[in-house]
């Protein structure tokens, strides 16, 4: 019967690897720590980061907002400015001011469909 003998060499190669990989993993880890910790750039769950106007402000939305026609539109013509490889967060070709008051429609459109829908299940 054959019995594997590890060389020095490999027993090095493969020591190697397990310090990289360890390495890998700590780097992934204080990447993954310093986004977290970071309450800027912390976004609660069921919402995304956009960054809007020439300044880039950044605004945190609801995700279900992206069912909305209006900002279907605007999705298009984000894909259309800047594409789909966008690095970091997702900029909208927006006016700040602008952005802000589709905002505020979209929250009272969204209190007033609550309104009926609760409504009409009341009924």
Known sequence: MGHFIRSSKMSAMFSLRGKKKKEKD????NIKDSLLDDEAAAVPKGCMA?????EMRRF???TSYLRLPLFQVLMESTADEFGFDQ????RIPCDEEDFTELLKTTKKMMKSSRKTFLQHANA
């Open 50 to 54: 956009v960054y809007v106007g020439a």
């Open 87 to 90: 690095v970091g967060g997702l």
């Open 26 to 29: 700590s780097r992934r880890e």
């Open 60 to 62: 945190v939305i609801p």
